[in-house]
C-alpha cells in the first residue's frame, strides 16, 4: 500500500512536471501580456495611419471615403513640379496680375506674391506649402503645365496630378484644380492622401520645404531691385506642438472643413497619416496627436 501511495505520488509528480513544462513552453503560466490599447476617438470624419517604412495600416475611419480635401491638394501639386525633369530650382517666375486676381476672387489663402516680381521655384514651392499660397500654386500650374494659353497650361498640370495619382494606383483620388479650390470634382481619401505624401516625402526637397517653420523669400522687382518678403508661416502647427513632426500639410474649406496630413519620426520610425473634415483648426492637431501616438504605439 505504501509502494503504490508512493508510485502514485511519483505517477503524479511526474503527470505535474510534464503539465508545468508543456505551460512554460506555451506561455500560460507567465502574466498575460497588456491589451493592445484601444483606438483612439477622433472628431474628423475620417482618418487613417500607417507605418511609412512598410506602408502597413496602423488606424483607419472611414479610410476610403470620398471627401474634399482642401489644401492638402497641394502635396500633389508639389510632387508634381519636383517630378519634372531636368527642373532647375532657381529657374525665375515672373507673377501674372492674373495670380493676384485668381487670389481676390476666390477669397483664397495667399503667398503675397507680387505682380511683376520673379520668384524661383524653390521660392514658389515654399509659398505653396508654407502659407499655402494658391498664387503661388497657379504660378507653378502655369509654369509647368504644357500649351499655348494659361487656361490650357493649368489644364494639362492638373492633368499631370491626376497622372500621378495613377501611377500610384490611387482608385479614389480626382483633381480639378491646382490648389484644392475646384468645382467640387476634387477629392482624396484618408488613405490615398496619406500615400501621396509618402511617396512626396522620398523627395529631400520637399522633406526640406514641409518641416520647415518658417522661411524668408528674397525676390527681384520689376526694377530689378531685390524685395524681402514678409516670412511665410507654415500653417502646420504641429511643428511646434509634436515632438518629431517632419510635416505634411494642412487643407481647410467649406466643403472640405479641417484636414491635416502629418508625419513624425521617433526612434527612427515614421508614422504617417490623414485626419479629413475636422471640426477645427484646433480639433484637427487634437486629432492627428492622438494617432500619432495611437500609431507610435503600434510600431
Known amino acids: 500500500m505504501k509502494i503504490d501511495i508512493q508510485g502514485f505520488r511519483v505517477r503524479r509528480a511526474v503527470g505535474v ?9 506555451s506561455g500560460a503560466l507567465y502574466a498575460a501580456p497588456a491589451q ?11 482618418g487613417f495611419v500607417m507605418n511609412n517604412a512598410n506602408g502597413k495600416s496602423l488606424y483607419t475611419k472611414a479610410a476610403d471615403t470620398r471627401r474634399s480635401t482642401g489644401s492638402t491638394t497641394k502635396i500633389m501639386t508639389a510632387k508634381v513640379v519636383l517630378a519634372q525633369k531636368n527642373l532647375n530650382l532657381d529657374t525665375k517666375v515672373t507673377i501674372q496680375k492674373a495670380y493676384s486676381d485668381y487670389i481676390v476672387s476666390k477669397n483664397a489663402s495667399s503667398a503675397r506674391l507680387i505682380v511683376g516680381d520673379k520668384v524661383t521655384v524653390r521660392q514658389l514651392l515654399y509659398g505653396l506649402m508654407l502659407p499655402s499660397g494658391c498664387d503661388a500654386a497657379y504660378a507653378l500650374a502655369d ?3 504644357s500649351g499655348s494659353t494659361r487656361a490650357a497650361r493649368v489644364k494639362s498640370f492638373v492633368g ?3 497622372s500621378e495619382a495613377k501611377k500610384l494606383g490611387l482608385k479614389n483620388t480626382h ?4 490648389d484644392g479650390i475646384g468645382n467640387g470634382d476634387n477629392y482624396s481619401t484618408p488613405r490615398d492622401l496619406t500615400k501621396i505624401a509618402s511617396s512626396a516625402m522620398k523627395n529631400s526637397t520637399f522633406r526640406s520645404i514641409v518641416k520647415t517653420k518658417k522661411y524668408t523669400a528674397k525676390t527681384k522687382t520689376k526694377t530689378g531691385g531685390t524685395r524681402t ?4 508661416t507654415n500653417t502646420n502647427t504641429l ?8 510635416g505634411v500639410k494642412t487643407g481647410s474649406g467649406s466643403v472640405s472643413k479641417y484636414c491635416l496630413v502629418f508625419a513624425a519620426t521617433r526612434n527612427g520610425k515614421t508614422v504617417i497619416g490623414t485626419v479629413l473634415a475636422s471640426s477645427s483648426a484646433a480639433q484637427r492637431e487634437k486629432d492627428a496627436k492622438k494617432l500619432l501616438g495611437y500609431g507610435f504605439g503600434k510600431i
Open 17 to 25: 512536471a510534464v503539465t508545468t513544462g508543456a505551460l512554460l513552453a
Open 36 to 46: 493592445a490599447a484601444a483606438a483612439p476617438s477622433i472628431v474628423a470624419k475620417g
Open 143 to 145: 509654369k509647368f503645365g
Open 160 to 162: 499631370k496630378m491626376n
Open 175 to 178: 483633381f480639378d484644380s491646382f
Open 229 to 232: 518678403m514678409a516670412p511665410w
Open 239 to 246: 511643428l511646434s506642438s509634436y515632438s518629431g513632426t517632419i
